[in-house]
C-alpha cells in the first residue's frame, strides 16, 4: 500500500484520491463504481448514491479502516425507491 | 395503440435491499404492461445475491424481462445468476429477443449486456495488441447480436434493452473521461439498423435520463441513482407512425443507420 504524507504538510495526494475510488470499487464489502472522491483543502469529500444506509455505513468504515489519517467527509445519499409519479409519453 | 414499459436498471441487489422497491412494484400493473430490467441486478453476481433478485422481482403481476449488467459478472456465476432469475420467472436476454402480447399489441424486446468503446471520433479501435483487439471485438460481438436480435422479431413495437449506453447523450454527468468504459456507438448503430421504438439502458449512475440515437431513437438511461425512483414509465406508440411500428421483417433489413 502507499505510503501517505503527514496531512499537516499539505492537501492529500491524487494517489489517495485513486486508491480510494479503487478501493471503493474492488473491495467486496463495497462494490460501488458510483461514488465521487473530491479533494478539497485538508480533507477528502465522498459522495455519490447507494442502495441502503448499510452501504453508507460500509463505505466511511472502509475509508477510515484503509486511511486512518485522512480526514474524510461524506454526502451519500440512500436512493428513493418509491412509485414514480408521473409517467413519460412518448408518441 | 399504446405500449406501456417500465424500467429501472443498476439496483445491485442483495440481502439490504430486499423489500424496498416491492411496495412500489405491487402498482406495476396499474400503470405497466411489463417491466424492463437494464442490469446490475447485483452488487457483485453471486447466486445468493440473484435470488435477493428473485425474491424482489419475480412473481409480480407483469413480465420482467432483463440484461445482465458488469455487476452481474464479478463472481463469474453468470449459468448459475441466470438460472435463478429464470426459475423465478423473469426472463434473461442477451443476444436474442423476446415478444410479449400486450393490450396495445405485440411487444419485441431485443437485449445484450452490451460493453465499452466509445463514441464516434473518439473510440477504441480494432488494432495493435491483443487485449486491444478482444476489448473492441467484444463491443462489435455484442452489438451484432443485438442488431439481428432486434430485426429478427415479429412485433408491433421494438424496444432495444441493454446495460451499456448506445449514445453519449445520457452519460451527461459523468466524467468525460471515462465515456469509452460507459458505452459504445456501435450499440447505437445496431438500434438504427431495426425500427426501434425505444432503447433503454443503465450503467452510467451520474448520467442524465434522455437522449437520442443518430437515427433519432429515443434512448433513455434508466440508472436507480439517475432516476430516483423504483422505475420510471414510459408510454410508447399513441400516435406512432405505422410504417414505423410494421413488421420488422419488412422494413428492418431495408432502413439504414448511415
Ligand atoms: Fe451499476
Ligand atoms: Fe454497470
Known amino acids: 500500500m502507499t505510503h501517505h504524507r503527514d496531512?499537516?504538510?499539505?492537501?492529500?495526494?491524487?494517489?489517495v484520491e485513486a486508491e480510494i475510488q479503487r478501493l471503493l470499487v474492488e473491495d467486496p464489502a463495497v462494490a460501488e463504481q458510483g461514488i465521487?472522491?473530491?479533494r478539497?483543502?485538508?480533507?477528502?469529500v465522498l459522495y455519490g448514491e447507494v442502495e441502503s444506509p448499510h452501504r453508507r455505513e460500509e463505505i466511511l468504515r472502509l475509508v477510515s479502516e484503509r486511511f486512518p489519517d485522512v480526514p474524510v467527509t461524506s454526502d451519500i445519499g440512500v436512493i428513493r425507491a418509491q412509485a414514480p409519479t408521473e409517467i413519460e409519453q412518448l408518441p | 395503440m399504446v405500449i406501456r414499459i417500465a424500467a429501472v436498471g443498476d439496483v445491485h441487489l442483495d440481502e439490504d435491499v430486499v423489500g424496498r422497491f416491492r411496495p412500489a412494484l405491487e402498482e406495476l400493473p396499474e400503470c405497466a404492461d411489463v417491466l424492463l430490467l437494464a442490469g446490475d441486478l447485483t452488487r457483485h453476481g453471486t447466486e445468493a445475491e440473484a435470488r435477493c433478485v428473485a425474491t424482489e422481482f419475480g412473481g409480480l403481476a407483469v413480465p420482467v424481462v432483463t440484461v445482465l449488467g458488469n455487476h452481474?459478472?464479478?463472481?463469474?456465476q453468470v449459468p448459475q445468476v441466470v438460472k435463478v432469475l429464470e426459475d423465478a420467472g423473469i426472463t434473461v436476454l442477451e443476444g436474442n429477443g423476446v415478444v410479449l402480447d400486450c393490450a396495445g399489441g405485440r411487444l419485441g424486446i431485443a437485449g445484450v449486456k452490451g460493453f465499452g468503446g466509445g463514441f464516434a471520433g473518439r473510440c477504441a479501435s480494432d488494432f495493435g495488441e491483443p487485449e486491444m483487439k478482444a476489448f473492441v471485438r467484444t463491443t462489435t460481438d455484442s452489438a451484432?447480436?443485438?442488431?439481428?436480435?432486434?430485426?429478427?422479431?415479429?412485433?408491433?413495437m421494438l424496444v432495444a434493452?441493454?446495460?451499456?449506453s448506445p449514445v453519449p447523450d445520457t452519460l451527461a454527468g459523468e466524467p468525460l473521461e471515462i465515456y469509452p468504459f460507459l458505452g459504445s456507438y456501435q450499440l447505437g448503430q445496431a438500434i438504427d439498423?431495426?425500427?426501434?421504438?425505444?432503447?433503454?439502458?443503465?450503467?452510467?449512475?451520474?448520467g442524465t435520463e434522455r437522449g437520442t440515437t443518430p437515427g433519432g431513437v429515443?434512448?433513455?438511461?434508466?440508472?436507480?441513482?439517475?432516476?430516483?425512483?423504483?422505475?420510471s414509465v414510459f408510454h410508447v406508440g399513441d400516435q406512432l407512425d405505422t410504417d414505423q411500428v410494421s413488421p420488422i421483417g419488412q422494413s428492418g433489413s431495408q432502413r439504414s443507420w448511415s
Not at chain 2, 161 to 164: N, S
Open chain 1, 40 to 44: 478539497r483543502e485538508r480533507a477528502l
Open chain 2, 72 to 76: 452481474d459478472h464479478q463472481c463469474d
Open chain 2, 144 to 156: 451484432d447480436r443485438l442488431g439481428a436480435a432486434l430485426r429478427s422479431l415479429d412485433c408491433d
Open chain 2, 218 to 231: 429515443r434512448v433513455r438511461n434508466v440508472a436507480h441513482p439517475v432516476i430516483k425512483q423504483a422505475y
Open chain 1, 7 to 15: 496531512i499537516d504538510t499539505g492537501p492529500p495526494d491524487e494517489y
Open chain 2, 193 to 206: 439498423s431495426a425500427p426501434t421504438a425505444l432503447a433503454v439502458h443503465g450503467h452510467a449512475h451520474a
Open chain 1, 36 to 38: 465521487t472522491v473530491i
Open chain 2, 161 to 164: 434493452l441493454t446495460h451499456y
